[in-house]
Each structure stands twice: as C-alpha cells, then as structure tokens.
C-alpha cells in the first residue's frame, strides 16, 4: 500500500472508534459541540501515530485505539481554544465555521475542556498494564512543558523580532511534543524497549519539527481551498515562523534535513519502520 492508503487503514478504525465513543453524561449541547469539532475531518495524524508505533513494536490497534482517540480529543480541543477570538481569531477550520462561531464562545470554551478531561477519563479506564505510563507521557506533551509552553511562548511573542532559538522552543512546544508523545507512547503499549522509546522520540520531534515548518510554509504559499482556512495570517499577525528566520528557500532544506533525521532515527527497527518511514517522507510534500 502507498504511505496514503496506509494511513487511510489506520484512520478508517479510529474514525469509527471516535464515532462510537458516547461521551457519557454530557448534556446535549455540549456533546454537539465536542462531536462538531472532534468528527469534523482531519488527517488523524496524531492517533494514527501511535497506532503505527504500536503495532511496529509488536503490540495491537485494539488495545491502543483508546489512546489513539485521546490523542485525537486533546487535539481538538486545542484547535478549538486556538481559534477564539482571544486567540488566533479564526472563522473557518477545515473549511467549516468554527466551533465558536457556531455554538458561541462560551460553549467552545466549554467543549474544549470536555474533549480534554475525557481524553484522561478514556485513558484512565484503560487495564492495559502500561497505560499509565503511556498517559503520562501524553500528559506531558499537552502540558505546561509541551505544547500549552509552546501555544504561551507563540502568543507572548508576536511582534518580536525572529530569532531563531525561540521559534525553535515555540515549535518544539506547539507542535512537536505532541507528535513525538503518540510515537512514544504506541510504542511503550507496544512493549518496545527503551532504546527503541528513544528512537522514536527523535523520530517525533523531528517529525514534528518539519511539520510545522511545511504548515509556516503553506501560510505563505498554500492553496486557501486546499487548506480550508486564511492564509497569510502569520505574517500579518506578526507571527514568529521558521520561515520569518531564515527565508522560504532555507525553511524548505530545513524541512527536508528534519525528515532524514526522522527517517534515521528508526533504522533500529529495521523494516518493521517502513510505514512511519513513509509517512515521513510524504508529509514533507503536503499541500493542506
């Protein structure tokens, strides 16, 4: 199967496994509002992640899945708060009104919340012998040192001059722990040892790292229908982007240099790594 239709399998089990999921004890609006935003498209890249790291290190997408919809949940709960007015002040997400302009600031806020706690009550509920290892280290990625770290550092920071140490803390937080937190943590439900949890959060963190320099990219010459939200913002807000510090010629070899450093980390598993392999290399041509 192509990298495409590999992720496509992965993301067909946990699209239906999200659909399925009650979100037990949630009045109505509420659980509209989670569910407007949580099965409102996406690549599930972060889910399937640590689908695929699971698996790679022997374990099974059942038992998994549960932490792959977490992953899921924390993400949209932070494209939500992302996206209120105090924020990034965004009107569309996936080429959809967001969840803000839909149900109000006051219900997003809300909705944003219940994504988040439930993804801990999911994980939580878990009898899988490691899930709480496997918690934690998604608790840190989302957390004070991980991305929220990242999301304070990129709004106190607008307007500043670009340097490159601080967009590199700022990416590193926003994005890049949590697409190094699903690697890591499909690996140890998996049952990897701890060489190979290094391994593949290198992987995650360079993954990430070129992630967001291609999204800084897009911003600048993305297609708007493809990417389903305004473009050109960053530069407009004043927004420190890799692409701010060292030109769009650079930030592209950049990109470039992160995935061959992915791809490298995982030479320790052999050919048991040529799905994540893949996805690493095609996420450095995306267009949206």
Excluded at 166 to 181: D, F, M, P, S, Y
Excluded at 230 to 239: N, V, Y
Aim: hydrophobic content about 45%.
């Amino acid at each position: 199967m192509t990298p495409k239709e590999t992720l496509n399998a992965y993301k067909e089990r946990l699209e239906a496994y999200l659909d399925a999921l009650p979100l037990s004890g949630a009045p109505d609006q509420l659980k509209e509002a989670m569910r407007y935003s949580l099965l409102g498209g996406g690549k599930r890249l972060r889910g399937c992640l640590l689908l695929m790291a699971c698996e790679m290190a022997g374990g099974t997408v059942s038992e998994a899945l549960p932490f792959a919809a977490a992953l899921e949940m924390i993400h949209a709960y932070s494209l939500i708060h992302d996206d209120l007015p105090a924020m990034d002040n965004d009107t569309l997400r996936r080429g959809k009104p967001t969840n803000h302009v839909v149900f109000g600031e006051a219900m997003a806020i809300l909705a944003g919340d219940g994504l988040l706690t439930h993804a801990f009550e999911i994980m939580a509920a878990s009898d899988h012998p490691r899930a709480f290892r496997a918690l934690g280290e998604i608790a840190r990625a989302a957390g004070v040192g991980g991305m929220l770290g990242g999301q304070v550092l990129d709004v106190t920071n607008e307007g500043a001059a670009p340097e490159k140490a601080l967009v590199e803390a700022i990416q590193r937080g926003k994005t890049a722990a949590l697409l190094t937190a699903p690697v890591t943590a499909g690996l140890i439900l998996g049952g990897a040892d701890e060489k190979q949890i290094e391994a593949g959060r290198a992987y995650g963190y360079h993954l990430g790292m070129a992630f967001q320099i291609v999204d800084d990219i897009l911003d600048v010459e993305g297609d708007p229908a493809l990417m389903g939200k305004t473009l050109g913002k960053d530069e407009a807000e004043g927004k420190l982007t890799w692409p701010a510090c060292v030109g769009l010629s650079q930030a592209k070899r950049d990109a470039a240099a992160h995935i061959d450093a992915a791809v490298k980390a995982l030479d320790v598993f052999g050919g048991a790594a040529d799905g994540l392999k893949a996805l690493a290399y095609s996420s450095l041509h995306r267009v949206q």
